[in-house]
T-cell receptor, first 112, second 116 residues
């Protein structure tokens, strides 16, 4: 069964550093998403991406965040200057024309 | 904005018994989708079951079924013949059908323990 692949599985970074979280969505999917889950809390929507542009974003997705699909396969989330409160599990998801989302296994980001 | 409420932070069930997890949501829309996701300790989000709001028939996937009450905006998940592998965090989620790219809105989750 096709999978959404996220790398790395765990990243530790110094506060103020830039991080890039990578995702390879399912190849024939059209819609891409990033969600985050702070430990013990609910899953929150960050941004959706369709047709090579952001289609919707939440209040969390401020100027420190950006997304790209540089080569038609990878889908990246960049945090320019990490803060302690960015520590969370980040999930990538993709969706085709059906109504189901497929989530990746997540990247645990720890900002120290 | 839509909201999803899961009023049970934790539930437990004996192995082989049945358990029902509650979910209510608030929306002014008439066309939407509802989902239950399972998150085991590995933290991956796994789709358990989904329901289209325009369908009156409750969705069923093997031991998992839902009780969808559109007028009451309720979407509970029933797990029959519970197994140890069902122990996980369960999230209820809503997605508007107004466009193809609307995001999922999640509840806070219910942690299910299965007792051997």
């Amino acid at each position: 069964e096709p999978e959404v692949t996220q790398t790395p599985s765990h990243q530790v970074t110094q506060m103020g550093q830039e991080v890039i979280l990578r995702c390879v969505p399912i190849s024939n999917h059209l819609y891409f998403y990033w969600y985050r889950q702070i430990l013990g809390q609910k899953v929150e929507f960050l941004v959706s991406f369709y047709n090579n542009e952001i289609s919707e974003k939440s209040e969390i997705f401020d100027d420190q965040f950006s997304v790209e699909r540089p080569d038609g396969s990878n889908f990246t989330l960049k945090i320019r200057s990490t803060k302690l409160e960015d520590s969370a599990m980040y999930f990538c998801a993709s969706r085709g024309n059906s109504r189901g989302y497929t989530f990746g296994s997540g990247t645990r980001l720890t900002v120290v | 904005a839509q909201t999803v409420t899961q009023s049970q932070p934790e539930m437990s069930v004996q192995e082989a018994e049945t358990v029902t997890l509650s979910c209510t949501y608030d929306t002014s829309e008439s066309d939407y989708y509802l989902f239950w996701y399972k998150q085991p300790p590995s933290r991956q989000m796994i789709l358990v079951i989904r329901q289209e709001a325009y369908k009156q028939q409750n969705a069923t996937e093997n031991r998992f079924s839902v009780n969808f009450q559109k007028a009451a905006k309720s979407f509970s998940l029933k797990i029959s013949d519970s197994q140890l592998g069902d122990a996980a965090m369960y999230f209820c989620a809503y997605r508007s059908a107004r466009s193809g790219n609307t995001p999922l809105v999640f509840g806070k989750g219910t942690r299910l323990s299965v007792i051997a």
